[in-house]
């Protein structure tokens, strides 16, 4: 002990100090468990060394020895030296239950929910819907339901903009057969490619209410045909009102949009280097100004010196960016001269056009669909057995809406209490991003007793799809609707309320993330009888192709000659030699790409992948197959100079290969990644040959090799190509030429697209149609790199101004970053930025059937109407 004190008195460290005097601490706890054996019990207590640093922390509650024992002696086998048998605390803080309603959201779980709009991004939490597993099916759709109808669901954003979702409708199957002149003027013959067919018919009245009463009919209906023609053909409005007149001088009475004496312009920002818009009012500015300040203002460059107007913000970023590279001021000086310059100048063109033609509205064919009933009254009036149409008839169960394919009913309105629908099969594709539709308000063409019960249909899965598809599960389902009249739209509301989740492409659930053409809905059986007679109709129909790219997905693919997913009828088609045969991932093939082109077939394959099949190669059609190796990255794979697609097996192709798309005639090229024309804008080209007329002018700008100009110049359009790469726009007249048209109406502009925007701009120049497909992303003439995730806006800026009033503005982008809605609101802030705050969306041009997606659609195509 002496020894130890005498250490302790020596030493200097505090940690030695208190490391002993903590081993003191023991020696006398353990005397005090010897004076317990022995019969003595002292009160005593222990205290921590009299140290500083140990005064300072937080003290702890002590036990006496004998309170220590005591719990020893009560749980011996817990306290065992071995500690075999010590007991282990369970972790559980609370009662286990069998289904534990979750209180809380995960992060993940959070965004999902915000992604399928069950909760919106400004719920509080204790608004947070819960899981599906833990509420009533019932109330999850109708949560679902109303979180789609909050501020920052797809259908609110959407009406938002200008659309009515319930307008979308897929559009029909039409051809080009036949180009010309009719005197100055071009036109085209166009014929629907799919036409309806009478299934049965049943004698539902007498002869005495006329021929026209008689019957009613199961009709196969195409999709995107209507049941009755909507409205009157209107004539193209080709004078412009006084009103309008007016309205058009106003405005170019001041350079920029204005509001009453308040202006909204275009400001450069040079800390964010980008544009933005900005609200001002001149004379509240000037008014406090003196006279002097005034007239030196004014000298300075005024307004434009400010750049708080459209060739201010141009200068202001010149200056900057002249800033940034060069350091001598004359340098600086000397590029602001030249885009001032540049920004003045206005060089004579052939696109140039007077501006009468700049005072007229836009013109297009007035837009009309094919309807059943219009088909039957030709029909029928051609085999000697004229009948009434319009809206003498009614759709009584099947098929009922536009984007609906199959079976449909129709009969006169005076006789629909004379027919009895036995039952009603359905087919639908399941799968929109959890996605509901809202139900539908429409009057029932029957009375309410002859109605089927929803309740009483049943419901079976007959494909599903999930392998690779992360979140993007799809159910291919087959709804059955007994004992009354159904409709697909009662077959929507089954798959809704039992498989919770939209059908695929529904308009109505999210019009900006269509993921399909149309919605997949198809009436493949109904059985119908005649109350006052004995006839009876009980038929079933095939599967529509654009299903059956989801319901016949074979095991293991096992493809036979000439059978692949949902291709059939494109193989058949005799308008149409190019389309896409495999696409990839979605279509089960990671990394295989499959596209037809006449006789040939391109294969771009991904190496990291396995290889895929050539489904077509033993159909008699195949003359060679060329393939081209790509990266994930195509950047990566654009970098490598000089690889061209090498021939696999097969003949050679020629130079140019002429292929056919809805009867136009394209040219393809094979000594590149890019053939020249893209497959998954079909349907846009499509729309380009019907709509546009002699006296419509088109601006394509990034027109490649002019594809939709062609298309528009079958229908008679004035067309202007604009792209960088002039080896592009030396294959557009060749094309023109192939399908007759001379090219005297039709320019090609080679340079940077958004300098000529800015020409244009500056010229007056209008359009009807300005259509924009940029790259993902480019470099342009000035060797300044663009994007279109971070430029898009700007782009759209430059081009809307050039519409004419009741336009159309052509969005377009194949940028997998971008989802629908961020590309939405970028066109929406690049209108703003033009001062064109009122355009309305006008429609989602979804990608054909022959690219079906895991999730978003890849390109996106938004149509817009410039008022």
């Known amino acids: ?121 400004n719920v509080d939490k204790d608004e947070e819907i819960e899981s599906a597993e833990d509420t009533d099916d019932k109330e999850v759709i109708e949560r679902r339901i109303q979180a789609n109808l909050d501020k920052n669901s797809p259908i609110t954003i959407a009406r938002n903009l200008g659309m009515n979702p319930a307008l979308q409708a897929c559009e029909a199957s039409f051809a080009v057969v036949e180009t010309g002149l009719d005197g100055d003027d071009s036109f085209n013959r166009v014929i629907a490619t799919e036409n309806p067919r009478i299934i049965g018919e049943l004698r539902v009245g007498d002869e005495e209410g006329g021929s026209s009463g008689m019957f009613a009919y199961v009709i196969e209906k195409p999709a995107g045909w209507a049941i009755i023609e909507g409205g009157k053909k209107k ?29 909204r312009t275009k400001y450069y920002d040079e800390e964010k280097n980008s544009f933005d818009v900005v609200e001002y009012d001149e004379l509240n500015m000037l008014s406090v100004m003196t006279p002097e300040e005034i007239a030196e203002f004014e000298a300075e460059g005024g307004f434009d010196g ?3 107007s ?20 004359e340098d600086i000086e000397t590029i602001v001269d030249n885009a001032r310059k540049e920004m003045n100048e206005d060089k004579p063109s052939t696109s140039v056009q007077s501006e009468e033609n700049n005072d007229t509205p836009a013109i297009f064919a007035p837009e009309s669909r094919p309807s059943v009933v219009s088909w039957l009254k030709e029909l029928k009036a051609s085999e000697g057995i004229p009948i009434r149409g319009g809206k003498f008839w009614t759709a009584v169960a099947g098929a009922v809406d536009i984007d609906d394919s199959g079976l449909v009913l129709i009969c006169p ?21 959890k996605y509901i539709a809202p139900k539908g308000k429409k009057k029932a063409p029957v009375a309410a007793r002859n109605m089927a019960s929803i309740a009483d249909a049943k419901i079976d ?103 692949f997913l949902g291709r059939a009828e494109l193989q058949g088609n005799e308008h149409t030699t190019a389309y896409r045969e495999i696409n990839g991932a979605a279509d089960g093939f990671p990394g295989w790409f499959v596209d037809r082109y006449d006789q040939w077939l391109f294969v771009q394959h991904d ?51 002429p292929v056919k798309e809805n009867g136009i005639i394209y040219h393809a090229n094979f000594d590149d990644l890019s053939t020249g024309i893209f497959l998954d804008q079909r349907d846009q080209r499509s729309w380009l040959s019907r709509f546009c007329t002699s006296e419509t002018r088109v601006l394509n700008c990034f027109s490649h090799c002019g594809a939709f100009s062609v298309a528009a110049a079958t229908a008679g359009a004035e067309t202007v190509s604009l792209d960088l790469d002039k080896k592009w726009l030396d294959r557009v007249k060749p094309q023109l030429e192939a399908n007759g048209i001379e090219s005297d109406k039709h320019d090609c502009i080679y340079g940077d697209c958004f300098d000529w925007l800015r020409r244009l701009g500056k010229r007056g120049d209008k359009f009807d149609i300005v259509i924009v497909d940029p790259p993902s992303t480019s470099v342009g003439k000035k060797k300044k790199r663009w994007s279109a995730r971070n430029d898009y806006d700007e782009l759209v800026s430059l081009a809307a101004p050039l519409v004419k009033e009741g336009g159309l503005l052509w969005t377009t ?36 059937s022959d690219f079906p997606s895991i999730g978003p659609q890849n390109v996106k195509n938004l149509v817009w109407r410039i008022p």
Not at 9 to 20: F, K
Not at 27 to 32: G, I, K, T, V
Not at 485 to 511: F, Y
Not at 529 to 554: F, G, M, P, W
């Open 461 to 563: 899965v007959v494909a599903k799809l999930r392998k690779g598809r992360d979140d993007d599960i799809v159910l291919t389902t087959e709804v059955m609707i007994p004992d009354g009249v159904s409709s697909t739209n009662d077959a929507v509301q089954v798959c809704q309320n039992q498989l919770l989740d939209g059908i695929r492409g529904d308009s109505n659930a999210n019009p900006l993330d269509r993921r399909a053409s149309r919605r997949l809905v198809h009436c493949s059986s109904l059985s119908v009888s005649s109350l006052n007679y004995d006839d009876v109709v009980e038929t079933e129909v095939d599967i529509a192709e654009d299903i059956r790219l989801y319901s016949d997905r074979r095991n293991n693919h096992e493809y036979v000659a000439g059978s």
């Open 413 to 433: 309105k005076e006789n629909v209490d004379n027919l009895y629908v036995d039952y009603a099969k359905y087919t639908a594709v399941v799968g929109n991003g």
């Open 1 to 121: 002990m002496n020894s130890i004190v005498l250490h302790f008195q020596r030493a200097d460290n505090n940690h030695i100090r208190e490391v002993i005097m903590y081993k003191l601490f023991s020696f006398y706890a353990c005397l005090s468990a010897l004076a317990i054996v022995s019969g003595f019990t002292p009160s005593y207590k222990a205290r921590l060394p009299s140290s500083t640093s140990l005064n300072a922390r937080k003290k702890k509650e002590f036990v006496t020895v004998k309170q220590l024992m005591e719990k020893v002696k009560k749980d011996a086998d817990g306290y065992s030296k071995n500690g075999k048998n010590k007991k282990k605390r369970s972790r559980r803080t609370r009662k286990k239950v069998d289904r534990p309603k979750q209180k809380y959201l995960y992060a993940a779980q959070r965004k999902e929910l915000e992604r399928s709009g069950v909760v919106t991004t």
């Open 607 to 657: 190496p990291n992948y396995e290889r895929g099949p050539l489904p077509s190669i033993h159909d008699n059609k195949t003359a060679g197959v060329y393939y081209f190796a790509t990266e994930r990255d195509r950047s990566i794979t654009g970098s490598k100079k000089g690889i061209k697609p090498a021939l696999l097996e097969g003949k050679v192709a020629p130079e140019m290969i």
């Open 310 to 329: 459209d060739a201010g913000a141009e200068l202001a970023k010149a200056a900057s960016d002249a800033v940034s590279q060069y350091d001598e001021d």
């Open 813 to 848: 982008t194949n940028s997998q970053q971008i989802h629908p809605i961020k590309f939405a609101r970028m066109c929406k802030k690049g209108l703003d930025y033009a001062g064109i705050p009122n355009a309305k969306l006008e429609r989602v041009a979804a990608m054909p």
């Open 235 to 263: 004539k193209p409005n080709k004078s412009k009102p006084k009103t309008q007149q007016k309205k058009k001088e106003a405005v170019e009475k001041s350079p920029t949009k204005s509001k009453g004496n308040t202006k």
């Open 306 to 308: 400010m750049a708080l």
